[in-house]
Nanobody, 122 residues
Framework: QVQLEESGGGLVQAGGSLRLSCVASGRTFSNYAMGWFRQAPGKEREFVAAISWSGGTTYYADSVKGRFTISRDNAKNTVYLQMNSLKPEDTAVYYC???????????????WGQGTQVTVSS
C-alpha cells in the first residue's frame, strides 16, 4: 500500500496557474504509475493525467491537454501537476493515485490521496 498526500490547491483567478504536489510513502514510489483525477460537485470523478513509473510516458485528458503538465521526481517520491491557463471549469477536488500499470481508468488505481481543492474564479 502507498500513502499519498496532495498539496498545492487553492483559489486562483481564471488564466492563473497552480502546481499540485503529491508525496508518496510506504512502498517504493518508482514501482508505480501515477495519475491525477478530479471531481467537481455533482459530477463523477474524471481522469486528468497519468505518468509511467519512469516518467517517460504521459497522457492527458483532452480537456487539459496543452495546459497541464504531469511530472514526477522519484528521488523525492513526488508527482506534480502543473496547471496553467486555468478555467472556471477546472474547479474540482484533485486526487492523485497510484497504479501498478499506467492507465486512464480510475478503477485500475489502488491507492488514493484524500484530495486537494482547486477553485478557479471567473
Amino acid at each position: 500500500q502507498v500513502q499519498l498526500e496532495e498539496s498545492g490547491g487553492g483559489l486562483v483567478q481564471a488564466g492563473g496557474s497552480l502546481r499540485l504536489s503529491c508525496v508518496a510513502s510506504g512502498r517504493t514510489f518508482s514501482n508505480y504509475a501515477m495519475g491525477w483525477f478530479r471531481q467537481a460537485p455533482g459530477k463523477e470523478r474524471e481522469f486528468v493525467a497519468a505518468i509511467s513509473w519512469s516518467g517517460g510516458t504521459t497522457y492527458y485528458a483532452d480537456s487539459v491537454k496543452g495546459r497541464f503538465t504531469i511530472s514526477r521526481d522519484n528521488a523525492k517520491n513526488t508527482v506534480y501537476l502543473q496547471m496553467n491557463s486555468l478555467k472556471p471549469e477546472d474547479t474540482a477536488v484533485y486526487y492523485c493515485a497510484a497504479a501498478y500499470l499506467y492507465s486512464t481508468i480510475a478503477n485500475e488505481y489502488h491507492d488514493w490521496g484524500q484530495g486537494t481543492q482547486v477553485t478557479v474564479s471567473s
